[in-house]
């Protein structure tokens, strides 16, 4: 490891980061881990946009950990309120009430869609959903199989497994979450609105909405007794960076309500990073749940459940109860987070910087006909790489060399797609127009060396 690299500021963890490689390497035997895309860096510390590795190198992160680090890395206000609070309290029992947790809830029920004023919190992302899911079966009684979307994907917990595309042959193949069926079995899937490949063949111009019709269709004859939800992300994320059409997020409301089904929006990757704090206000729909997770938490381990007033929410009678669902140091950091993005028009910059990076794509575009569809929202932007534009081919493995050429060149991408064929540029909020011309510089240089 470079000496140099230390951060060395006293802070109690100096001696962690003086391992050697074959301390390193000995360690490395003993972790199991179930996910995520290895080989990367070890990574080291990061300051905004940016992380080190071990041996000091340098990347601009376009993943943002997860799409979880908006302000990016070592935000220092956040990291002042979390340090000041930790003094205070850490970890409170959820019986316990707090002030920063009367705080939040007050402040995300104001960004919340107008009639959507209960908030709840749980340790993490997918547990929140699982909220949703529970107060769905619990406000449709005799429900018991949920709706969701191909290629969607919500989580891996054996409540959400069922509903990501991971436990289906999405991608020619069954991944790890096919393996848990017997406590999988939930979900039942319509089509999802994937305009660059409609499954009906239709053409954006005369569009009659298919997949809505399916959803119907699926609704009256492929599922046992009334559903109990419908859970969808307004934009799939790690399905591909779809775009959905908002005729179809429309018709997906009004269908919901013909037949009394909750409509349950994970919001998970969406909120903020699409340049509106949701996709219920982007789209002017509003969910019977929402849900949020990942950057919620400000860099801190949150998930957040949104109730649509009028529906029932939980009784203090162990519906929902976790020893860290009442983590004060996340609800801090998520309180200043929030903070920040409203006094430094974060919205306002997430619009305009995805603007910038679109334009910026588009330009590679005509030199790489390769890069088949860019689809944009704000700084959730996803490239499909094809063959070429007429036979729409996916390339995965020269996504893949495009994603690992960047990475050498000192900036990470992230790898989606059900086809894998899609790279997922999703940095820091906080990312600047130098940056971003660094980024495209990049990604140019790295798909002329695998394509050209
Ligand atoms: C849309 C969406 N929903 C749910 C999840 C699950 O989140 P977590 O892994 O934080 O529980 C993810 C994670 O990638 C996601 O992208």
Known sequence: ???ENSMSQGDGVDSLYAMTTEEIEECRKHLMIGGGTRGGP????????????????????????????YLGYANDEIWQAVQQHARRLTHVHQGFDTLPRFALARKIASIAPPGMSRVSFVPTSALALEGAMKLALKNRPQSANFLCLWDSYHGTTLGTMGASWITTRSNGQYVGGSRFLPLTRQCVRAPNPYCYRCYFGQKPETCDLMCAKMLDLTILKGVNGPPAGLLMEPLQASGGQIIFPRRYVEAVREICDRYGIPLVFDEIQTFVRIGKWTAAEYY?????????????GGGLPLGVTIVRDGLLGYDPDTEELHTFANNSLSQVASLKLLEIIERDRVLDSVNRIGEYFKEGLLRLQAEFPEMGDIRQVGLHIGVEFVKDPESKLPLEAETKKIRDEAMRRGVIFGLAGVRRNLLKIKPPLII?????????????DSMQAVFR
């Open 1 to 3: 490891m470079n000496k």
């Open 42 to 69: 070890v990574l080291h510390h990061g300051k905004g946009v940016r992380v080190w590795d071990i041996d000091g190198k340098s990347y601009i992160d376009c993943t943002s950990q997860s799409w979880a680090l």
């Open 284 to 296: 002017g729909v509003t969910p019977d749940f929402l849900v949020l997770g990942k950057a919620v």
């Open 432 to 444: 600047g127009r130098e940056e971003c011309d660094e980024v495209l510089r990049i990604l140019g």
